[in-house]
């Protein structure tokens, strides 16, 4: 498989330049040259077969022979080995829970397929691959956790001092070895800045390999395609299933559409956003006009921008038409999201996340002119991460997952720095 830079002025690289480089020399996101077709034998007997043998037979196509079958098929397995449930809420919606994984989100997915495939790339080369992330909160333990003890691989994190949440700070500090942990007195942009000012800095460059975990990288993006074949492995309704995404960089829901232009039956796709509304008012209007993130309860998709927003245009070869057959957009209020939580609880008994609540009621809206047929919706994150606004909702407490309670006793360990970058070069240098 080659891959084109989505701003056409880049020369075509295969999975593992891809990988390695993130992003393509001309700032656009790499994108498959051609979605790869299914066979309908492997749609009808998908039932019987295993997680580790789907996410195979999806990815296999997309890696080519830059990872031999056999090293790629570890990967696989180690990536997807926890559960995906499909849980019943009520008589039309199923919510598919993707926080079973060791930092709770979906994100962990990616993060765990992308850094065994640089660990398995950087054996082929000498020296150390040094991953650098600016981190809010949720991206940074997703690769702090997918990147642990992987050989070959060095990871600094930063984080702004004092912004991330009690257990972000402990995913993010707690893990040692190869991670590396910078407490910056500043804010997530000051972050940002100093990354984006490493990785322009040749004098740096040429002494450490540099690369990024940024979610617009193929290798985090192509693999969450698994978890909607192990939807669809457990769906025993009638009719393929409404599927609702939370989205913010849309990186989620750009994978979806992939598994299904590559045959997976999917009815229709929800785009579930919360006040951020760029892409509901595409879809309305046509035009799309970015605009400043606005601060929501569900914040990790507070996104004025949406990076994967060329992708999902490429997937429909520019067609708006085509893009309304396939996707439904709705922007979902604050009010909407408690309520929903509230009533889902106390109607159904089961407590959504606020990102998990935004794609219900989306479903919800949607199905309601759709009599008779049933959908899930991604539940992206344990409740547990968002204790502060659900447990006010509902009036109860939620129950600490067994690993969170292990981590929480643990010792925090991070370098504190500056904003100053010659501060933040030094350590990569002398680390
Ligand atoms: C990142 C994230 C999202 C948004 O996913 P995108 O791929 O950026 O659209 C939704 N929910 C949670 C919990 C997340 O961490």
Request: aromatic share 12%.
């Amino acid at each position: 498989m080659k891959y084109f830079s989505t701003n056409n002025k880049s020369p075509l690289v295969g999975f593992r330049e891809a990988a390695i480089k993130g992003q393509a020399p001309d700032r656009g996101l790499y994108f498959p040259e051609h979605i790869p077709r299914l066979s309908k034998e492997f749609i009808d007997s998908i039932k019987s077969k295993s997680k580790e043998e789907v996410a195979f037979e999806v990815i296999k196509p997309y890696v080519g022979d830059d990872i031999p079958e056999t090293d790629l098929y570890r990967i696989v397995s180690e990536t997807v080995n926890f559960d995906f449930p499909l849980v019943k809420v009520n008589s039309s919606i199923y919510a598919l829970e993707l926080f079973h994984g060791p930092t709770l989100a979906f994100k962990d997915v990616g993060a765990r397929f992308m850094s065994r495939c640089l660990g398995y790339f950087s054996k082929e080369r000498e020296g150390k691959v040094t991953v650098l992330v600016a981190t809010s909160g949720d991206t940074g333990s997703a690769v702090a956790n997918g990147f642990y003890d992987v050989p070959g691989v060095e990871v600094v994190i930063l984080y702004p001092s004092g912004k991330v949440s009690g257990v972000q700070e402990k995913q993010l500090t707690t893990l040692g070895k190869n991670i590396h942990s910078l407490e910056v007195d500043g804010t997530f942009d000051d972050c940002q800045k100093m990354v984006k000012q490493a990785f322009a800095d040749h004098e740096l460059s040429e002494k450490v390999f540099l690369t990024s975990a940024n979610s617009i990288n193929v290798a985090r993006w192509l693999p969450q395609q698994f978890y909607y074949f192990y939807a669809y492995q457990q769906w025993n309704e009638i009719g393929a299933p409404v599927i609702s995404v939370p989205s913010g960089n849309f990186g989620n829901l750009c994978s979806g559409l992939v598994a299904f232009i590559s045959g997976l039956p999917v009815k229709h796709f929800i785009a579930a956003c919360n006040s951020n509304d760029v892409v509901p008012e595409f879809f309305t209007s046509g035009e799309y006009h970015p605009k400043p993130a606005k601060a929501t309860m569900s914040n990790a998709m507070d996104v004025g921008d949406p990076s994967n927003f060329v992708r999902m245009i490429e997937l429909f070869g520019k067609d708006l038409t085509k893009m309304r057959e396939s996707i439904t957009a709705y922007s979902i209020t604050e009010e909407e999201t408690a309520s929903t939580i509230r009533e889902v609880y106390e109607k159904f008994g089961y407590l959504p996340d606020p990102h998990g609540a935004v794609g219900y009621i989306a479903l919800k809206k949607y199905l309601q002119g759709q009599p008779g047929k049933r959908g899930l919706f991604l539940e992206t994150a344990h409740p547990i991460k968002f204790y502060d606004v659900v447990e006010p909702l509902t009036g109860k407490k939620i129950e600490m997952p067994a690993n969170l309670t292990g981590l929480m006793a643990k010792q925090k360990v991070s370098t504190k720095i500056s904003t100053y970058y010659t501060e933040f070069k030094n350590f990569l240098l002398n680390k």
